[in-house]
């Protein structure tokens, strides 16, 4: 079995980016059903500005969360750990 | 479309091994009000929605129950990835062993093979809301069954994340129905 370990500074990213990200899936919930509620609309634009932000850090650092995404050689993409995998404790 | 993204909803941790407790979470992964039942239960009924905001709603939901399936997956994984065969003798998880070794595998607690029978895609959009109601607060009763069982403060901690998902999803879709139930009402030409 290959031996993947995430170091703490790829964990404490990944954890920022989970967290942000959950915050998009409680507007976008809640947006499908009050579309027109515009303070709800701005927290949503403002949280996934900043998603964008982190994940081009970190896939820049760790490659792609997503096949879409580029990669540096070779395809990094396949590099574990996988979600399963990982250890998400900051020593 | 569906586009995989390499990461969990939640940072799931486990502190120990206990292939019982395993055998038990499976319920979520396999059984009738698991989260195998929820993604295809309202990913399914996404056609035959009447309005754009229900449409949004299933597909969002339904995509999310897909997450907190590969969540489950991983409670049940890290809680048997590291028992030796000795510790898995005589638990309710060698039943599930001696069939799939220690890999997930959609069934309940107590064995049955996942079913599409245990959803429905009524083509009604008032009968279906209703049964996605009732699907969050039996999942949601599930969890609490499973908490209260459960002796991993690790894996209480994420059956509590995904039991006020239950909550959260209820309420959306209360408010989707009601919405619905306003507009259907609201036409003059029947």
New interface residues.
């Given amino acids: 079995m290959e031996v993947n370990l995430m170091d703490r500074e790829q964990k404490i990213l990944l954890k920022e980016i989970m967290e942000v990200g959950f915050v998009l899936v409680e507007t976008n919930l809640y947006l499908d059903i009050q579309p027109n509620d515009e303070r709800a609309l701005r927290l949503h634009n403002s949280y996934s500005q900043k998603y964008k932000e982190l994940e081009s850090l970190y896939q820049a650092k760790y490659g792609p969360l997503r096949y879409t995404e580029m990669s540096s050689y070779p395809w990094a993409y396949i590099n574990g750990p996988w979600p399963w995998e990982i250890n998400f404790d900051i020593p | 479309m569906w586009?995989?993204?390499?990461?969990?909803?939640?940072?799931?941790?486990v502190d120990t091994t206990n292939p019982t407790l395993a055998a038990m979470i499976i319920e979520q992964f396999g059984g009738a009000d698991g989260e195998l039942s929820a993604g295809i239960r309202y990913l399914t009924q996404r056609w035959t929605m009447p309005t754009n905001?229900t449409k949004?709603?299933l597909t969002?939901?339904g995509t999310?129950e897909l997450a907190h399936w590969?969540i489950i997956?991983?409670l049940v994984?890290?809680l048997v990835k590291d028992a030796p065969v000795d510790e898995i003798k005589g638990t309710p998880f060698e039943a599930h062993y001696v069939n799939h070794g220690k890999s997930p595998f959609p069934h309940s607690a107590a064995g049955e093979a996942w079913t599409a029978a245990y959803i429905q895609s009524k083509g009604d959009p008032i009968a279906d809301l209703h049964e996605d109601m009732a699907a969050e607060q039996k999942a949601r009763a599930t969890y609490e069954w499973l908490i209260n069982i459960s002796d991993d403060p690790g894996v209480k901690d994420t059956l509590r994340f995904l039991r006020e998902r239950e909550i959260?999803?209820f309420q959306?879709f209360g408010?989707?129905l009601m919405?619905l139930q306003d507009e259907l009402n609201s036409k003059k030409f029947f």
């Fill in positions: 586009i995989y993204e390499k990461r969990l909803q939640y940072p799931v941790r905001q949004a709603l969002d939901i999310e590969e997956g991983t994984w890290k959260v999803h959306r408010e989707a919405i």
